[in-house]
């Protein structure tokens, strides 16, 4: 998936020290009824759950909004339909060297909310969130911002001298005139 853009020791997703400490993903098998999946969200306060194979590897995702949307909306039974048959098949899927940038742009065009990270040998590892990607590019884009305003103020630093100059001027043309 890396593309060269923002290539940076520190960019990659398993770089960012927040990576490390991300609980493990929930994970259930594509035969687990949704009402035992949604039980286990609940308890772990988790927003989704990773369908996996028995390697461990990522077939599906089932999200809230998929619970509302496929499930409570057309009226199914919790205890009897299968994670398969709401599940989103075949999600989008990072792997650990991955550019954070890049997913995260890709996140917000095509909107969509979790991110299932994999090792080398494709299983599951993590699931990155939008708001995880801001939080962690938070302080990037804060240093790009104060970088933009220096160069701007430095770029145009003339025109604060010439804008500068002319203030004083018309300031001391004032205190003259008030006087005389």
């Known amino acids: 998936m890396a593309t060269g853009t923002g290539e940076r020791a520190g960019n990659r997703l398993k770089d960012r020290p927040e990576y490390a400490s991300k609980p493990k993903p929930l994970t259930r098998s594509p035969e687990t009824t949704v009402y035992e ?21 990522v077939i599906g995702v089932v999200t809230e909004r998929d619970v509302m949307n496929k499930l409570v909306g057309r ?6 339909t299968k994670l398969e048959e709401i599940m989103t098949r075949d999600p989008r899927v990072a792997t650990e060297d991955d550019q954070m940038l890049d997913w995260l742009r890709m996140m917000s065009n095509e ?10 040998e494709g299983r599951i590892k993590a699931v990155f969130t939008q708001g995880d990607f801001v939080s962690y590019t938070w302080p990037d884009l804060l240093g790009q911002m104060s970088s933009l305003v220096k160069a701007q103020a430095s770029g145009n630093f003339h025109y604060l001298l010439i804008g500068g100059g002319i203030l004083i001027y018309v300031l001391a043309m004032i205190v003259v005139l008030s006087v005389i």
């Open 37 to 57: 999946a949604v039980s286990a969200m609940t308890d772990r306060n988790y927003g989704c759950v990773i369908v996996v194979d028995p390697e461990d590897k």
């Open 75 to 80: 009226g199914l039974d919790a205890k009897e």
């Open 111 to 120: 909107r969509f909310r979790r991110l299932p990270v994999v090792d080398s």
